[in-house]
């Protein structure tokens, strides 16, 4: 069976604009949970400005512990050259940066042009290789606001695939397509990964997808279609992104791995286990919509043979 | 733009297991609000035992309210000959009848084994030419738990081709090909149609999802790659089948409808209208579980263009 990675961004990208504080000790449990349940990539935490999101002041601790979890591959988000500076000195190996297709979302998420969010990803970059992590760090770019956006409509796929090739002559290591608000349809998603691969071959993709209009896990299986293998997701669908109307929840962790493991492919998902920590999340986040077919159907393995 | 045809199954497949009753009035102002959001199709109730489903005990009388509708091509289930009776004595022009590939499914649902389901079929088909409707009622047959089932787990793709064959010989105009529990997987679904249209290349097809496992909408964009353009689903996502462990709602028709708008298809659907009946309905049975993306995100058209 090929594996497909599946990158758990519920401490990231799920909490971003949650009305419940939660402890480090919390956070220490969930990468803990996680763990147990076969996950082997995480972003953990964000490095950005504590004033303006507090539930990210403990990024470094995040951090530091989750680099002393075996088996663990920990990554963080930075959105400009200052918090890059804080993940390089927190150990963390992995990087991640994102900038996005949309103007207007660009101005609103960073205030910045997307032109001008690509040069701060080469500042970092180059931050990077002068600090002398360039063989230690590895950076990934997002691309987001990939499929349209909620604040300018349409967003032109040859400005994502410029993007991303932008970046990736910079030095990403990785480039994520992301559909920050939901609106990237199955076709246009195949598409888009399809010109991406074709475009630039030797670069590792991978797809960030949010269930804001239902569509999430039928664009992943359009990805995958078109040869993506890495997929961010968040336990329970948690999530959303403060400078995106509408923006609502990542794909479901739990749905997307069995749906993964009904095509096929290995996932390295324990479901008990995660399904066990997924209702303990939820517990501890009670203002907050989490979703989940497979919590409620009940896990059993996909039927793929007599 | 290519056009997609969505049947709404609300009032047939929604209603199987609520535990409110809908009157018989409530029924004609759900078919009304559907037809004024643009809906064509409708499978508007269920020739069955009252006694077994008292909520489908006004049939007759739903029946015959929709036929006066004008732009609306209404259709009934029936589970048996007898039930196929009532429906043509009702004056309806489609009738569907479903016949389970699980042999396990088959036999809960119908006490009968799947060759003795598809006799029964054939009997239906004599019972409609013996009556001289020949030429003027047109029968689809289902074939039900066509992915997997939670009874009995593994279903055999070729039975359900063979049966999805001997169901066209007899005389059905369509085959729905059903996935009553939700195990289908999208690669699953786009290879067993795709055989299906190579098998029966004259014959139209239609797909039935559920939603139980989250891949309803990965499904329905599967089948839309092998040529499926007919769906069955349901406002809101409601539901479910009594003799199937698990099974839940059906395909939510907002999202199934955006979604194939994003695929760029024309589905004839006043979005507007459409939610605000799906709010009604919500109203009407307050013990079910509503489903829907496009309810919460709020409806904008997809952006497909600059």
Not at 183 to 208: C, D, K, M, N, S
Not at 217 to 222: E, K, P, Y
Not at 256 to 278: I, K, Y
Request: with cysteine.
């Amino acid at each position: 069976m090929e594996r497909v990675y599946l990158r758990e961004v519920g401490l990231r990208d799920g909490l971003q604009m949650v009305k419940t504080d939660l402890s480090t000790e919390r956070k220490i449990e969930w990468i803990e949970g996680a763990v147990a349940a076969g996950l082997t990539e995480m972003e953990v935490t964000s490095f950005v400005p504590p004033k303006t999101f507090p539930i990210f002041a403990d990024a470094a601790k995040v951090a530091e512990f989750a680099l002393t979890v075996p088996g663990l591959t920990p990554s963080a988000l930075v959105l400009n050259l200052r918090g890059a500076a804080d993940a390089f000195a927190s150990g963390l190996r992995q990087v991640s940066y994102v900038l996005s297709a949309s103007e207007a979302h660009s101005s609103a998420n960073a205030r910045r042009t997307s032109d001008e969010a690509a040069e701060e990803f080469e500042r970092i970059v180059a931050l990077r290789d002068n600090l002398g992590f360039k063989e230690t760090v590895t950076l990934s770019c997002g691309v987001a606001t990939a499929f349209g956006c909620s604040l300018q409509g349409y967003v032109d796929e040859d400005r994502v695939l410029d993007l991303a090739e932008r970046v990736t002559a910079a030095g990403a290591a990785e480039v994520l397509i992301a559909d920050t608000v939901g609106y990237g349809a199955p076709g246009q998603v195949e598409r888009l990964f399809t010109r991406l691969r074709e475009r630039l071959p030797a670069q590792p993709v991978a797809a960030h997808f949010h269930d804001t209009r239902g569509m999430g896990l039928a664009n992943v299986a359009a990805a995958l279609r078109a040869g993506v293998r890495r997929f961010d997701a968040s336990i329970g669908g948690l999530g959303g992104c403060p400078f995106a109307p509408g923006a609502t929840g990542n794909i479901n962790f739990e749905d997307a791995a069995f749906m993964l493991e009904a095509e096929g492919f290995e996932t390295g998902v324990d479901f008990d286990r995660l399904l066990a920590l997924r209702r303990k999340v939820e517990t501890w986040l009670p203002q907050e919509r989490f979703t989940g077919a497979i919590l409620r159907a009940g896990y059993k393995p996909p039927v793929l043979t007599a």
